[in-house]
């Protein structure tokens, strides 16, 4: 069973909560290798509930990637309606099935970019996908807060350690390949 303290060589010390790794640098904390008791205890990768966990390095998206995801979604999504302007039926098919994909991507824990560039968004303590309302508020919500202020929000991927931008921070997810 889970120790009620867990020390990691990087410092973090945990003190109530349980961790199978590390939520800081991603180190196994368990010790033994069991995952019983832990707040996440599914191996690296995706596990047979559709989970995933922080894996001893994490997979972490680097920010070149995480940009070009955001690039190929924007002209998905900023393009695309742009053809209504052209009154055509067809161009509001189209803007309806995109957005209509972009909302069933929220409910998978990714965006329409990062579906296409194979990247997840992950809870960064335990490694589990988010569900469709949170990243309504990672996507709404975060990413207005993120670019309010010169997108500093945006460049705080950057500088920060887990590659995570202010919208991240919000809900405390990473993103992660795969």
Same mark, same amino acid.
């Given at each position: 069973?889970a120790?009620?303290?867990?020390?990691?060589?990087?410092?973090?010390?945990?003190?109530?909560?349980?961790?199978?790794?590390?939520?800081?640098?991603?180190?196994?904390?368990?010790?033994?290798?069991?995952?019983q008791?832990?707040?996440?205890?599914?191996?690296?990768?995706?596990?047979?509930?559709?989970?995933?966990?922080?894996?001893?390095?994490?997979?972490?998206?680097?920010?070149?990637r995480?940009?070009?995801?955001?690039?190929?979604?924007?002209?998905?999504?900023?393009?695309?309606?742009?053809?209504?302007?052209s009154?055509? %039926?067809?161009?509001? #098919?189209? !803007?309806?099935?995109?957005?209509?994909? &972009?909302?069933?991507?929220?409910?998978? $824990?990714?965006? +329409?970019?990062?579906?296409?560039?194979?990247?997840?968004?992950?809870?960064?303590? %335990?490694?589990?996908? #988010?569900? !469709?309302?949170?990243?309504?508020?990672? &996507?709404?919500?975060?990413?207005?807060? $993120?670019g309010? +202020?010169?997108?500093?929000?945006?460049?705080?991927?950057?500088?920060?350690?887990?590659?995570?931008?202010?919208?991240?921070?919000?809900?405390?997810?990473?993103?992660?390949?795969?």
């Amino acid at each position: 069973m889970a120790e009620s303290k867990q020390e990691c060589q990087c410092g973090f010390v945990s003190e109530g909560t349980a961790y199978r790794f590390c939520p800081e640098c991603g180190s196994d904390l368990s010790h033994e290798g069991s995952t019983q008791g832990y707040a996440n205890p599914s191996p690296q990768g995706k596990n047979m509930e559709g989970t995933y966990s922080i894996p001893t390095s994490p997979p972490i998206s680097s920010p070149s990637r995480r940009l070009g995801a955001y690039i190929v979604e924007a002209f998905i999504l900023f393009v695309v309606p742009l053809l209504l302007l052209s009154g055509e %039926t067809l161009a509001v #098919f189209a !803007f309806l099935g995109v957005w209509g994909w &972009e909302l069933w991507c929220w409910t998978q $824990s990714r965006t +329409i970019g990062k579906h296409l560039f194979g990247m997840t968004v992950v809870h960064k303590n %335990t490694g589990q996908p #988010f569900g !469709f309302g949170a990243m309504f508020v990672r &996507e709404i919500i975060g990413k207005f807060i $993120s670019g309010f +202020i010169f997108s500093l929000g945006f460049i705080w991927i950057l500088i920060d350690d887990n590659n995570q931008g202010w919208h991240d921070k919000l809900i405390s997810s990473i993103v992660i390949d795969g």
